[in-house]
C-alpha cells in the first residue's frame, strides 16, 4: 500500500526534529480507496484540551483495511527501517480525522505513543488552508498534505496543529480526512524518539 523504501534522509530528519515529511507515501488513488471506505463509519466530535475547536473522529475495527494497512509487515519494517534498529509494536491505536470548513486542530503535544504515522486521505487546495504545522513558532514547518502525502513524528515530542479549513470559490466546502497510527513502540533505535 505505501510507495518504494523510507527516504534517506527519514532518519536524520527524526533524529534531528523528531518527524519526517513523507511526499507521496502512497498513491492518490489508494489513499482515496481508503477514504471511501470510512466515509460512513460513525463518528464523535473531538477536541483538544479546554479549545472549542472540534472535528470528527471515527474510530477504527481492528479489521478495518486501514487498520490492516498500518500493522501490515511492509509499513512496520518502513518504521523500523526509519528508526533504524530493533523495534517492535506493542500496541497500535488508529483512527480517522475528518475535518470540514472552518475546522482546525489547536497547538498541543499528544499525551501517548512513540510515534504518530499520519497519512493525508483527501484534502482541498492550498487556497483552503489546512496545513499541517509542526514545531509551531520561528522554526516551524507547515505541510498543505495532498492525499497520500503522509508524516512520521514523535507526537509526544513535537508541539502541532492545523491551520483552518476556509472556503474558495473553487471549493465552498473544504473537506481534509487524515488517517492516524499511534504506535506504542519497544526496542532499540538509534534515533532518539
Known amino acids: ?3 518504494g523504501e523510507p527516504p534517506p534522509d527519514i532518519s536524520t530528519a527524526l533524529k534531528q526534529r ?20 470510512t466515509r460512513n463509519l460513525s463518528s464523535r466530535r473531538v477536541s483538544v484540551g479546554d479549545n472549542s475547536a472540534t472535528w470528527d ?6 479489521d478495518h483495511e486501514v487498520v490492516t494497512m498500518f500493522s501490515s509487515a511492509q509499513v512496520i519494517d ?15 491505536v488508529c483512527w480517522i480525522a475528518r475535518y470540514k470548513n472552518g475546522e482546525y486542530i489547536d497547538r498541543h503535544k499528544d499525551n501517548a505513543g512513540t510515534l504518530q504515522l499520519l497519512v493525508c ?7 483552503n488552508g489546512g496545513a499541517l504545522v509542526l514545531a509551531p513558532g520561528p522554526n516551524e514547518h507547515r505541510y498543505v498534505l495532498r492525499a ?15 491551520t483552518p479549513l476556509k472556503p474558495s470559490v473553487t471549493y465552498p466546502d473544504p ?19
Open 78 to 92: 518502513f518504521i523500523t527501517s526509519a528508526t533504524r534498529h530493533d523495534i517492535r509494536v506493542i500496541d497500535l
Open 148 to 162: 497520500g502525502d503522509g508524516v512520521l513524528f514523535s507526537a509526544t515530542t513535537v508541539e502541532h496543529c492545523t
Open 121 to 127: 486521505l483527501a484534502a482541498p487546495p492550498s487556497e
Open 57 to 62: 473522529e471515527q474510530t477504527l475495527a481492528p
Open 175 to 193: 473537506i481534509r480526512v487524515v488517517a492516524v497510527a499511534r504506535y506504542f513502540l519497544v526496542g532499540h533505535t538509534s534515533t532518539p524518539l
Open 18 to 37: 523528531h518527524f519526517a515529511f513523507l511526499p507521496s507515501l502512497m498513491s492518490p488513488a489508494t489513499a482515496y480507496r481508503l477514504e471511501q471506505k
Open 1 to 3: 500500500m505505501i510507495s
